[in-house]
């Protein structure tokens, strides 16, 4: 006779498990073991990733997950040993202004920014530069960077403001993340490129609240992200928290089934893992609670919830995800097979870069 609750619950442990991959969390601690509460996490729901930070915005301390290189190589190696499936570890390494690796932790990377090097425009340089990083990265175990960065230098307080963009040349700015994409793949660390449907135009910054770009995004900045498509280059993408009426009159780009799903991949071709921005910033967790964000999300077509804790200390919160998903799916919100397609999506991301398994559905 079948059992059908071990039957239930074993596809419900199945879907968790699916689930966990779709999670990329934040957590506070640069050192770990079999008690500490991220990796009972880890273990529990089969997370998908884990993203490092130096700085705790809420607190406004350097006291995060990164000390020196040997203990940032030991957090890594003791989390991957934990893990169910070898996990995406990423951290921020742009160079410039935006490094979470920096020289007074021990690093030895002091690499120009974005915006140097487009004036520059030499991109055996900039492939140096990047390869300098992915290096590094490969060294102490981070396999995913959450770089390049494919917005234009138009005019932002967060990407013109810190030189975060080669130019305001779509041409050119492709071509240079294309040699950072190209520096990294050679490492095996994951490029994460970002911030569709483009950033660098904003009068706002999605950290501190709602940001409309409706008259000031230009299609332009699309050119970066369809070449890099049409190439075949990206594997991976960050949608913004940016709202555009043009582009949908309701939602903003990561909550949006008309620019994920109908512009990133119908219209463009993008065949990659779409990472949501942090949802800790406080243009959606101002706005929208919790369920809808997750429920927009991924009804939007997006695969990789970003969860950086950067406003609290509290990894409950990736239990609310996961009981949030099951939930809706069994309400049938949220259609089982979009877990199906972002999970398929990540594993075969993993196993081009991290490891070669069998991908089941």
């Keep these: 006779m079948t059992d059908y609750n071990t039957t239930a619950n074993s596809k419900l442990d199945h879907l968790k498990h699916k689930i966990g991959q779709m999670l990329f969390v934040g957590f506070h601690s640069a050192v770990v073991n079999e008690d500490s509460d991220i990796v009972k996490y880890i273990q529990k729901y089969n997370l998908g990733g884990v993203i490092y930070f130096d700085y705790y915005a809420y607190l406004k301390s350097y006291d995060r997950n990164i000390k020196n290189p040997d203990q940032l190589k030991h957090l890594t190696k003791k989390l991957q040993e934990f893990a169910p499936t070898p996990l995406f570890i990423g951290a921020d390494v742009e160079g410039g202004n935006v490094n979470r690796l920096k020289a007074k932790y021990g690093f030895n990377l002091q690499v120009p920014t974005y915006l140097e090097m487009g004036s520059r425009d030499d991109l055996q340089q900039t492939y140096l530069e990047a390869l300098k990083i992915s290096i590094i990265l490969k060294s102490i175990g981070i396999n995913t960077n959450f770089a390049p960065v494919m917005d234009l230098d138009i005019d932002s307080p967060i990407i013109t403001k810190f030189e975060r963009a080669f130019s305001d040349d779509p041409e050119k700015v492709y071509k240079h993340c294309a040699e950072v994409i190209r520096a990294h793949s050679e490492n095996d660390v994951i490029s994460v490129s970002k911030h569709f449907p483009g950033h660098g135009s904003t009068k706002g910054d999605t950290h501190e609240g709602f940001v409309d770009a409706t008259d000031t995004w230009q299609e332009k900045e699309l050119v970066p992200f369809q070449t890099g498509i049409d190439e075949k280059t990206l594997d991976c993408v960050i949608v913004a928290h940016l709202f555009n009426k043009h582009l949908d009159p309701e939602n903003p780009a990561t909550l949006s089934h008309k620019i994920i799903t109908e512009l990133l991949r119908e219209k463009m071709g993008f065949k990659g893992v779409v990472?949501?921005?942090?949802?800790?910033?406080?243009?959606l967790k101002h706005n929208y609670s919790l369920e809808e964000i997750v429920v927009k999300f991924i009804n939007a077509g997006g695969d990789i919830i970003l969860m950086g804790n950067n406003h609290d200390n509290d990894l409950s919160q990736i239990e609310n995800v996961i009981n949030i998903i099951v939930e809706k799916i069994e309400e049938g919100v949220i259609p089982a097979q979009r877990i199906?397609?972002?999970?398929?999506?990540?594993?075969?991301?993993?196993?081009?870069?991290?490891?070669?398994?069998?991908?089941?559905?």
């Design 275 to 283: 990472v949501s921005d942090d949802i800790d910033m406080y243009a």
């Design 340 to 361: 199906n397609e972002s999970y398929q999506r990540i594993m075969q991301m993993k196993e081009k870069y991290i490891f070669s398994p069998e991908i089941n559905a």
